[in-house]
């Protein structure tokens, strides 16, 4: 600077007030001009204090951002940016030349003591022109539009500057430490002058777009001051975060256009969930676990912190409803993550009883509130219903949370906000999307830990009842049907469709939850729809092959709950539509007991009937095939349905009737070739039957099934299903009095035998079903000279005796049981996967084995292998020759009785003959 220009800076500084002012308009000019020119940091310094302190109190409010801000703030930037670049430049050149600590030091400190100075000065004049604006009264952000932002600036630069410090001065950091906290401190004071000045500062249309841009732009940058001092200082964040939501719902109308509210919404997301997991860490653990670095008064302060957020969260929602942009996603992830990390998950930690109590009532009450202001965001219903969600294994138990929240929104909702989540609109370029009652079965599919630990929740309050805690199964089930109550007529068929595949699908709790709400459905609705959805699901099985398929089952078990449910008319009405004589296989799943009480004599009576003539019809074929069987198999599952439902008595059946089955089974025994159909489904549900008529059987016929079913066990193959199921005739037999005669000890020999055999079985089913049957057998018998027989092996004995002794076996694996459920969803998934893999590439063929004769008399053929054999050219050419014989075979035979009808199995047999060979040629 020029000698006069220090002798104006000395002149000035001896000034009186009235003075300055009268030489206001001719030094005003000058000090400015030196102030924007080359001189020294100090010297700028210097000049900037004597314009705020000297002059700036006596200009004009109203010409102030003109004759003064406008000129000099920008500098007052551009200086502060230059010393902080210093300072870096210094400590990177110390690195490259050896230069002498000690002047390094004091360089730095002649830094840092300038940034303070700049501050301390730009806070006094930040100061002085809000004491201007209480004289004026109001004050226009147009004039002081320079001001707040250059402040924001330079305090954004230097928490940047201390946030990064440690970094930056490396060893040098203890020697500059009491700076940096000045350096600090000073900021934080000219954030609170500037937030005072900014909470006196009109804002109006207008003011133009411009000025409105200057207060979007002061916004943004208290915005970045947030995440800045995020990891900082939590109070100071708070208290930051608190005046940014105040100005700018208090400037909404003219900022909901310009300003970010998605950005501000994401960081306070972010800030809650950083919060609230570091909340976490520090909360109080349950008692007997270990609890070190635990605070309680530390937790208690970052709860109240994510409690503030929280709640400003809310606030920027509610006040720019419609405005917030493409956050929906964060704020759904930031619902997640609350209850994902909060008892009863599964993941959780184990914190105290109290602590948990504070989460609830400071933040997860919250949850509800929330979502109720997001419940009209179509964005935000997007992100929840779309079908492939971006979740962890812990995070699908807080999504179903989130899903039964929302059902209980929905009713009071209006008509088009329930469409929006019932029945969601999507187009081929959206990713797909299913409704939020559908959403729910299908994330119960991926809660198979918490259905099964299980999981309890508050259950729903009734009047005049306390409230208690439910199971996760009871609790979804209690708010599905709640919904289900009040979902709009119009939208009656998507539950339907969504009770329908949910209960077609493998999963099991998704089945049975589905099963229950549609139970609740036939009791809460009319008549006519239970009758008609008992129609819809007996001409569903009807269409359906006989087999063990999951989805048929549950058909299957959805049926003989919705049977009981009809009226006695509907009920009497069904059995005219579905006759027993044309539908045996479908009367085998139902619920005898349920019709009317004059109902159930005929309808047993004709069950009886029809499923003897199917087996007589078998019995007197000529040629008998595998694939025949199914008939015999669906006969006889039809005597079981009846004999279980009058288990501890005899069925409503004619004498002749019983003994016309009795007489038909023990005639199945001795005719099937066993060791050909061993693990055929006729086999398990024989031994079912005869386990059920055991009381009528005399000792030879009870013998001569003893003895095949020993043969049977005697196979490595037999079906782990007939091995089941032999446990329980064995069961059954305990109660059986076998008199003295020739075969009694045949009998014994044989039931210790059967026993012996199965409780050393290898699979863990069979031997624990058998454990279970000796148990009950070991109590009722009346042959008690046949327990031990059945414990000849050592080990066995003593896991007999202590499944008798109700002991415990011991359990040593350090696997937690939340582990083991895991590892078995990831085999359930597996399963489903390839399981409808299978479904989508398998070609309707009819295996070889279908061909296959099961008369005693022609033994030739065994069961088809399990694996196809490879076949190489000569082989092929050799199948082929055969193949041409047997035709001329067939031929031969033909010509010769061609006066003669031929068999109605004859005809069968060709037509599936033929099918596999179409099948066998290359589609064209």
């Keep these: 600077m020029s000698q006069t220009g220090n002798s104006l800076l000395d002149d000035v500084g001896s000034w009186s007030a009235d003075q300055c002012r009268e030489e206001l308009s001719n030094t005003l000019p000058k ?55 210093d300072v870096t430049k210094h400590l990177e050149s110390e690195s490259t030349q050896s230069s002498s600590t000690a002047k390094l030091q004091n360089t730095l400190m002649q830094c840092l003591q300038c940034l303070v100075s700049m501050i301390e000065i730009l806070g006094s004049c930040v100061h002085q022109v809000t004491s201007l604006c209480k004289n004026y009264g109001t004050v226009s952000m147009d004039q002081i539009q320079s001001l707040p932002c250059t402040a924001l600036n330079i305090v954004k630069g230097s928490f940047s500057h201390c946030k ?9 950091f203890s020697s500059v430490s009491e700076p940096l906290s000045s350096l600090f401190k000073k900021a934080y004071g000219l954030q609170k002058s500037l937030m005072a000045l900014l909470d006196a500062v009109q804002l109006s249309e207008q003011d133009g777009d411009e000025v409105i841009g200057k207060m979007v732009q002061v916004c943004d940058g208290f915005h970045e001051l ?75 302060k970052t709860l109240k912190i994510c409690n503030l957020c929280l709640k400003m969260l809310m606030h920027l929602l509610k006040e720019f409803d419609g405005y917030i942009g493409d956050c929906h996603k964060s704020l759904y992830h930031l ?72 059902l209980r929104l929905l009713p009071n909702a209006s008509a088009e906000v329930q469409t929006h989540w019932l029945a969601p609109t999507v187009f081929p370029e959206d990713e797909p999307r299913e409704s939020v009652f559908k959403a729910v079965f299908t994330t119960i599919s991926k809660c198979h830990v918490e259905f099964n630990v299980p999981v309890y929740l508050p259950s729903i309050m009734c009047n005049g009842q306390a409230q208690r805690n439910v199971s996760l199964h009871e609790y979804v089930t209690t708010h599905l049907c709640g919904y289900v109550a009040s979902v709009p007529a119009a939208h009656f068929g998507i539950v339907e469709r969504a009770l329908l595949t949910s209960v077609l699908d493998s999963d099991i709790n998704m089945a049975l939850t589905a099963m229950d709400v549609w139970c609740f459905l036939a009791r809460y609705g009319t008549a006519a729809l239970c009758f008609t959805h008992v129609k819809l699901i007996a001409n569903l099985l009807n269409s359906l092959p006989t087999n063990s398929n999951p989805a048929y089952i549950h058909l299957c078990m959805l049926l003989r709950r919705l049977i009981p449910l009809m009226t006695p008319e509907d009920q009497t009405s069904f059995t005219s539509l579905y006759p027993v004589q044309d539908n045996l296989t479908l009367w085998t799943h139902l619920p005898l007991l349920a019709f009317p009480e004059a109902s159930k004599q005929e309808l047993c009576q004709q069950i009886g009937n029809t499923a003897i003539e199917h087996c007589q019809g078998w019995m007197r074929t000529e040629t008998k095939t595998l694939g025949s069987l199914s008939k015999v198999t669906t006969a006889l599952n039809a005597l079981c349905s009846v004999y279980r439902h009058y288990d501890s008595s005899q069925p409503p059946i004619t004498t002749r009737l019983q003994d016309a089955v009795k007489n038909m089974v023990c005639q199945l025994w001795q005719e099937l070739p066993l060791d050909k159909i061993r693990s055929h489904d006729l086999m398990s549900t024989l031994i079912s039957l005869s386990g059920l008529l055991l009381q009528g059987l005399n000792p030879e016929e009870l013998n001569n099934i003893l003895c095949e079913i020993q043969k049977l066990l005697q196979y490595d193959k037999t079906s782990v299903q007939v091995r089941i199921v032999t446990t329980d005739f064995l069961r059954r037999i305990g109660k ?20 012996s055999k199965l409780l050393s079985d290898k699979h863990w089913v069979v031997h624990q079903m058998a454990l279970q049957a000796f148990s009950v057998f070991a109590e009722e018998t009346s042959h008690e000279s046949v327990v031990p027989e059945c ?70 053929s065994e069961e088809p292998a399990t694996k196809r054999a490879k076949y190489d050219d000569s082989d092929l050419q050799e199948a082929i020759k055969q193949v041409k014989q047997g035709l001329e075979r067939i031929k031969e035979l033909k010509g010769v009785n061609h006066e003669k009808s031929q068999p109605s199995w004859f005809v069968d047999e060709l037509r599936m003959i033929k099918d596999q060979v179409v099948s066998l040629l290359p589609k064209q």
């Design 736 to 755: 059986k009095n076998i008199p003295p005669c020739a075969q009694q000890s045949k009998i014994l020999q044989g039931i210790s035998g059967a026993f």
């Design 791 to 860: 414990l000849q092996n050592e080990t066995v004995q003593g896991l007999a005796v202590n499944f008798l002794s109700k002991e415990p076996r011991p359990y040593n694996s350090e696997t937690s049981e939340v582990d083991l459920l895991e590892a078995q969803l990831n085999v359930l998934s597996d399963f489903a996967v390839k399981q409808q893999e299978y479904l989508q590439n398998v070609k309707p063929v009819v295996p070889v084995g279908n061909q296959l004769s099961v008369s005693k008399t022609n033994c030739a």
């Design 31 to 85: 000090l400015i001009c030196q102030y924007g020119n080359g001189a020294s940091t100090d010297k700028k310094i210097t000049v900037l204090r004597t314009l705020v302190t000297n002059f700036l109190p006596h200009i004009s409010l109203d010409v102030l951002e003109e004759q003064l801000l406008s000129k000099i703030l920008p500098q007052t930037q551009i200086l502060f940016d230059k010393i902080i670049s």
């Design 335 to 406: 619902v997640i993550v609350l209850q994902s990390l909060a008892p009863p998950s599964v993941h959780a930690p184990l914190i105290s009883s109290g602590a948990q109590d504070e989460l609830n009532k400071s933040l997860l009450i919250c949850i509800e509130p929330l979502l109720q202001q997001l419940l009209a965001n179509k964005q935000f219903c997007e992100a929840v219903l779309i079908c492939k969600q971006d979740l962890s294994k812990s995070q699908w138990f807080s999504r179903l949370q989130t899903l039964l929240h929302l």
């Design 164 to 172: 990064d410090s440690n970094e930056l001065y490396g060893d040098y």
């Design 226 to 300: 947030c995440i800045i001092i995020s990891s900082m200082d939590s109070t100071l964040m708070v208290s930051t975060w608190r005046f940014l939501v105040k100005l700018a719902s208090k400037h909404k109308d003219l900022l909901k256009d310009g300003l970010e509210v998605s950005s501000l919404i994401k960081s306070l997301c972010s800030d809650i969930e950083s919060n609230y997991e570091h909340c976490l860490q520090i909360a109080p653990l349950q008692p007997g676990v270990s609890s070190s670095q635990r605070d309680g008064k530390a937790f208690a």
